[in-house]
């Protein structure tokens, strides 16, 4: 099977690069193809223009955005890796679903309101966030923000094996780092299971 990683930092040496670079390493060791979008080193533009409105005029989408749609096409498996900012994805990830998955090629709420057009994948969300395991039960974060992405986001993406991992007390001590790479890599291993 193929997995596509992709992923959301600027900082080469960021956590998130560690967690993506550690979840690619458990899929092969698995025994699978894996695929690196680093949307920061490959210079993805996250801005919608009025070219993304293609879509709803009947007109090809931007070479970016077809490119990116090919990738996901390709992939058995689609993982999102980004740090958790205000309780949602940072800019450049969001822009990524904005402009990549778009009316027509992954969804048309008029004819099929509640489905996605694309076909039926695994999903994978690792997303390190700085605040402690405690403070997300208190809170109740996880609920919240679980509900929102596996219905809304991951719904309208053909997701129907659906996996979210905070990755909890990122900015912890050097051991609970080590054991956030380990639920990466351990992720990798199982995700074409």
């Known amino acids: 099977m193929h997995v596509l990683t992709v992923l959301d930092h600027p900082n080469k040496d960021s956590l998130s690069h560690a967690v993506a670079g550690r979840f690619m390493e458990g899929v092969r060791e698995a025994g699978h193809s894996a695929e690196l979008a680093d949307l920061h080193a490959e210079g993805f533009d996250p801005r919608w223009s009025v070219a993304d409105l293609a879509q709803f005029e009947d007109r090809p989408m931007p070479d970016d955005v077809l490119a990116e749609q090919d990738r996901v096409e390709r992939c058995d498996v689609l993982c999102l890796v980004y740090p958790l900012f205000w309780y949602g994805m940072p800019a450049m990830m969001k822009g990524w679903l904005d402009r990549v998955w778009s009316w027509g090629w992954a969804y048309n709420q008029v004819s099929q309101h509640d489905a996605?057009?694309?076909?039926?994948?695994?999903?994978?969300?690792?997303?390190?966030?700085?605040?402690?395991?405690?403070?997300?039960?208190?809170?109740?974060?996880?609920?919240?923000?679980?509900?929102?992405?596996?219905?809304?986001?991951?719904?309208?993406?053909?997701?129907?094996?659906?996996?979210?991992?905070?990755?909890?007390g990122s900015t912890g001590s050097y051991e609970r780092r080590v054991g956030l790479l380990e639920k990466a890599h351990q992720a990798g291993l199982e995700a074409c299971d």
């Open 116 to 168: 996605s057009l694309q076909k039926s994948r695994t999903g994978i969300l690792l997303i390190p966030a700085g605040a402690a395991p405690d403070v997300w039960e208190t809170l109740e974060l996880d609920r919240a923000m679980d509900r929102i992405w596996r219905t809304g986001t991951m719904g309208f993406l053909g997701i129907t094996d659906k996996r979210i991992c905070f990755l909890n």
